[in-house]
């Protein structure tokens, strides 16, 4: 899996065939304001959203890390 990271962390995700299969999962942009992405997420039911910067993968939000920032403990 290191490997792969290393050989592909900068390619746009649509650019690697066969490793992105369609889903539920939500995607956020990085500069994307906390209380919004916060929002969507519970909306949506979804517990965690793709972080893009543009159109590539930079992160994993997760409603915990959401929630670990607004209690101040991150």
């Known amino acids: 899996f290191e490997g792969l990271l290393r050989a592909h962390g ?3 995700l649509e650019s690697l065939p066969g490793m992105v299969a369609p889903n539920s999962f939500k995607t956020v942009q990085e ?5 919004e ?3 969507r997420l ?3 039911s979804a517990r965690s ?3 893009l910067r ?3 993968l930079c992160g994993v ?3 915990t890390d959401l929630l670990r920032r ?3 403990k991150a």
Do not use: N
């Open 49 to 51: 959203a793709y972080v």
């Open 42 to 44: 519970t909306r949506s």
């Open 70 to 72: 607004v209690a101040g």
């Open 54 to 56: 543009g159109r590539k």
């Open 31 to 35: 500069d994307e304001p906390l209380l």
């Open 10 to 12: 900068e390619s746009a």
């Open 37 to 39: 992405v916060a929002v």
């Open 61 to 63: 939000l997760t409603l």
